[in-house]
């Protein structure tokens, strides 16, 4: 098959080793990955693949089942259009995944669009309402709100009816973020969100904030928290060192979680894609959620892909175009 292959600091498209099929696991010829920021630091080195992860760029990816395990318990069929959550392998044209992490496209939707959705869906998802436990009209403060989780986070909770706040890099950006569902936003490099966020809930604070921003949002984010307030981080885009004033912590008793989707067990993904598939494929469905795509490009402009992305101005998802 062919896949990218990461030589220098460049991404070429060439013949690779066919994957090998387990007997719990399916193999996709797929049609379309997408870029995800991780995948950046990957390829810079700054994010170590996880045992027995396939070395092989991309998270997520969206075509056809090509092959089945023995062992595989499930209706899944040869031809079967599905999208799969990948601990690596994406951006290929053949991954072998466990069963439990591919879903059924949801209808009437394109191998891109479905390629948009696995890894933000399952981390926003996973990360607001499984590990921060946002409960019914609890409120939620995602940061990076423009990303691709982001625009995930702000439409879960539109339909599930949390309302929240975000932050994000410019007006234009927080516009589209309210047109999405979001009750207001911030703009961060003009306004401390502290004080937005107070406005936001009569003082009240959040009860939840989604941050992949981590060290230099800490302080603040402690801050904006309500009473019994979560704070779960998933990334490190602002660092990944700094002092925390537990005195806080302790007043507003408060919870710090650190998570981390790619190194899950197969037990927990293949829970959070039973969930995407039967609750929140209905909405996608009916238009309530949309895929939001910033950009289709083929994968043999991957490099282009990874500049769209580090470049700060895209608008949720870089989808990878195969064949
Ligand atoms: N833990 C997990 O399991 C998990 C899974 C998936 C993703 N993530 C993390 O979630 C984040 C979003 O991922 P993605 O692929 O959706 O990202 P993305 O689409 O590339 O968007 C990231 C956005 O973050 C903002 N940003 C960049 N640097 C920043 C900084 N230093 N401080 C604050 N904001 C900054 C930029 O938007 P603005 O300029 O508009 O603010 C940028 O467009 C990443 O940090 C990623 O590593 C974690």
């Excluded at 961060?188 to 809930?201: H, K, L, Y």
Aim: proline share 4%; with cysteine; hydrophobic share 40%.
């Amino acid at each position: 098959m062919k896949a990218i292959s990461q030589e220098g600091n460049h991404l070429i498209w060439k013949n690779q080793s066919d994957p090998v099929l387990k007997e719990d696991e399916v193999i996709i010829n797929i049609k379309a990955s997408a870029v995800n920021r991780a995948d950046l630091l990957q390829r810079s080195g700054n994010y170590p693949i996880p045992e027995g992860a396939s070395p092989i760029l991309g998270l997520e990816c969206a075509g056809e089942i090509e092959e089945i395990g023995d062992k595989v318990i499930s209706d899944f069929r040869k031809g079967d259009q599905v999208c799969a959550l990948l601990a690596g392998g994406g951006y290929a044209e053949r991954v072998s995944v466990p069963a439990g992490q591919v879903v059924k496209i949801p209808k009437g939707f394109s191998f891109e669009q479905a390629a948009a959705l696995p890894e933000v869906y399952a981390t926003a998802y996973f990360n607001l309402y499984m590990e921060a436990n946002l409960a019914e009209g609890e409120t939620a403060l995602i940061h990076a709100g423009a990303s691709g989780v982001g625009t995930a986070a702000i439409q879960i909770c539109k339909v599930k009816g949390n309302p929240c706040f975000v932050t994000a890099g410019n007006k234009e950006k927080i516009s589209r973020c309210i047109e999405l569902g979001a009750e207001g936003g911030t703009v961060r490099t003009e306004e401390n969100f502290v004080q937005a966020v107070n406005e936001w809930t009569n003082n009240n604070g959040v009860d939840v904030i989604l941050d992949p921003v981590g060290a230099n949002y800490l302080d603040d984010n402690l801050n904006s928290l309500s009473l019994e307030g979560r704070l779960v981080m998933i990334g490190l885009m602002g660092g990944a060192e700094t002092s925390i004033n537990l005195a806080l912590m302790l007043m507003k008793r408060l919870r710090i979680i650190g998570s981390t989707l790619r190194n899950q067990p197969i037990s927990t993904k293949t829970r959070i894609m039973y969930i995407l598939g039967e609750y929140l494929w209905p909405f996608l469905e009916s238009g309530d959620i949309k895929p939001i795509i910033d950009t289709i490009i083929t994968i043999e402009e991957a490099e282009k892909a990874h500049e769209l992305i580090a470049s700060n101005k895209t608008f949720g998802k870089v989808v990878l175009k195969v064949n």
